[in-house]
């Protein structure tokens, strides 16, 4: 069976899509410098699937060290390219080291590839490219405009979306396929694998549980004075399990020459907007837990409302986010409970 190299597969998204990717079949080398990430994720992997996917601790900028994994496994077909740096308050913060880890990560993976003559590449992209859309792009598709970063971290999405396109240009061997995600959520149901955030949780649903749980005192909701129906900031929640079946998808399609264009671009969401309020409500009730909260000011910066329009991706991808919202907060709640059970 083929071999799949997936960069950053000790992360959240990178190991969800390892254990699909296992499922389905294929055999998986993983890279990771375990910079956001710990080692013991590989037990949870092997507790799902049933066998431990190979793991090499190496930095995807370390042109030597990815040159010796493509030697060694001669069997790679494809890679998913999810090794990156994703906070954004820190990339305001430190935008050398975001420019450094997340652009020059891409172009030592894609010189490796063709060093190595391997031609496909699936990308991890994020909706934070289309920054707020007018209403007229509301729900966004893949062929609204794009927006100036709002962020470093923003940034180096785009840039590494047009790296993408121009190697693809260049190289007309190579095959792309960028995944542009919304808010990936939720854990696997089995609650050996999830989300492991650095210290205070910035994004939403990792606060919600934390708090659930007690480690905080009060999840602040930024702002509800919005033009949405209950003012609060409506965003495009998807399940994460959901979220790492497309990238088999998107693999797939490669590996079989189905690829209408050299680089194929996805919007990953549900299609559905949800507002914090409603995320909160819902998880206090299908968790039955109180989660105190308070209505603060605006976080700068945030996007007022955006989802996608999916449809590119469930009719050419064959792939739909359907997990019900219910289940998915169910998971991250379990997943908050398995992790605070361990320490
Ligand atoms: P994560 O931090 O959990 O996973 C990223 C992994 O990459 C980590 O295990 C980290 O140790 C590793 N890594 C970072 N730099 C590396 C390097 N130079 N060499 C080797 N390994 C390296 O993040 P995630 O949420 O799983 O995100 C995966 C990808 O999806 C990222 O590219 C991120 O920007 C993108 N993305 C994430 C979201 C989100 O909300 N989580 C949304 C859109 C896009
Ligand atoms: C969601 C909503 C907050 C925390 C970020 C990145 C983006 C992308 C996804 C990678 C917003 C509100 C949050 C809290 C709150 N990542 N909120 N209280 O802002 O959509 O995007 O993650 O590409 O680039 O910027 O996600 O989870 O931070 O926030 O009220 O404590 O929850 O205001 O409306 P966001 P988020």
Redesign the pocket.
Known sequence: MARILV????????SHTVVELMQQGYDVII???????NQAVLDGIAAIVGTCPEFVQ????DSAAMDDVFTRYSDIVSVIH?????AVNESVEQPLKYYR??VM?LITVLETMRKHAITNIVF?????VYGQPDAQYLPVDETAPLQKALSP?GNT?QINEDIIRDTVYADKSLRATILR?F??IGAHPSALIG??PNGVPQ?LLPYVTQTAIGLRAELKIFGNDYNTPDGSCIRDYIYVVDLAKAHVKAVQRMLSGDADEPVELFNLGTGCGLSVLEIVNTFMQVTGVKVPYQIVGRREGDIEQVWAKADKANHILGWKADTPIEQVLMSAWQWEKKLRSNN
């Open positions: 960069t950053g597969g000790t992360g959240y998204i990178g890279v990771d410098n375990l910079s956001n990430s190496a930095d995807c900028c999810f090794a990156a740096s994703k880890n997340n990560s991890s992209s994020s909706c934070t971290y999405k995600y808010n990936p989300e492991l994004n």
